[in-house]
């Protein structure tokens, strides 16, 4: 019994010496106010006075915005130190204090912590960077990136509106950028020439369409992408033989991704313009029904009625027509 009242009165102590002695003054409040507020403002001064050093030395927005807000972190958290031992807490006090915090958020905020990890392998391992132009091919979300934090990316669509997506939502997303290295895109136009149309001629002038829209590249050095290289001017090739005629592809390279709804309207347009000053016509279904003697045998049938006055009818029996035994019976009934 009496070890555990010595126990007791050992954590008792140590309790003691964790809790302040005396209750803080309304002066001891105030100055605390007023470091906590020169903190405030002096963590974003430094900021903006490291900023540009930190930005010259990285040459990555994104990590240099993450760096920024890590050294306004650890300003604030020595302002909270001062302002601590100004209210008479002990470093035992701001150790549990802290370490009470954390674990709440770990238990509340759980969710979040896949999204602060994602976040480090996003800034990483470079996928897109602020300022590019990317996509979320299975949401169909197109647009620039605006900020990269260790818990989300914003983006700014092509539709003037924001979204934020979760870093642990997006890294298991297929995210196609379209500014990592070269912002110059190969995009193609599909359409069918009949038969009768001349194929060259056609692919001739497909080509000389596209050469004509702004914002296409029209020719220049060859394009390299990994080890293959694409010519810079537009061609055309054929991609099939179809039923209704033939298929044809225009590829062409434009200067800028974020346009390419509008330069393929404008490629669309002339080379429409431009087949129909040439002559050539664009395909559409046919249907042509050939009547020989493999043709089979068909039933026509036509009742014919005259004059109800006089009394006379004429009528057609059924015959058979496409086939070498056809023939016409016609009775007149009185």
Not at 151 to 159: D, N, S, V, W
Not at 234 to 243: F, G, H, K
Request: net charge negative.
């Amino acid at each position: 019994m009496r070890e555990v009242l010595q126990s007791t009165d050992a954590v008792g102590d140590e309790v003691n010496g964790i809790l302040p002695s005396s209750l803080p003054t309304v002066t001891e409040l105030a100055l605390a106010l007023v470091v906590l507020l020169v903190g405030w403002f002096f963590s974003k001064l430094v900021v903006r006075l490291v900023g540009r050093t930190v930005a010259r030395r990285i040459e990555r927005p994104s990590v240099t915005r993450t760096v920024l807000r890590g050294v306004r972190v650890a300003v604030l958290f020595v302002t909270v130190l001062v302002v601590g031992a100004i209210l008479g807490l002990s470093g035992g006090q701001i150790f549990l204090s802290v370490t009470v915090v954390s674990a709440v958020i770990a238990v509340v905020l759980a969710p979040l912590v896949s999204s602060f990890i994602n976040g480090f392998f996003v800034l990483a391992d470079r996928p897109y960077e602020i300022g590019d132009m990317i996509e979320v091919t299975d949401e169909g979300h197109r647009g620039f990136v605006e900020d990269i934090t260790m818990r989300y990316t914003k983006i700014f669509t092509l539709q003037n509106t924001f979204i934020v997506i979760s870093n642990s939502e997006i890294q298991q997303r297929d995210v196609i950028n379209y500014s990592a290295e070269d912002e110059r895109t190969r995009i193609s136009v599909a359409f069918e020439i009949t038969y009768e149309s001349d194929l060259e001629a056609a692919r001739r002038h497909a080509e000389r369409s596209a050469r004509g829209v702004d914002n296409v590249i029209s020719g220049g050095p060859d394009i390299r992408i990994g080890s293959a290289r694409y010519a810079a001017a537009p061609v055309c090739t054929v991609q099939e033989y179809a039923d209704n005629g033939v298929l044809l592809e225009l590829f062409f390279w434009i200067e800028h991704p974020y346009k390419q709804q509008i330069a393929r309207s404008a490629v669309h347009t002339a080379v429409r313009e431009r087949f129909l000053d040439n002559g050539i016509e664009f395909a559409y279904p046919h249907r042509h029904h050939v009547f020989d003697d493999t043709s089979g045998v068909g039933r026509l049938a036509v009742d014919s009625r005259g004059d109800p006055d006089s009394g006379d009818e004429t009528r057609e029996r059924p015959s058979t027509v496409g086939g070498a035994d056809s023939d016409t019976t016609g009775t007149s009934d009185e």
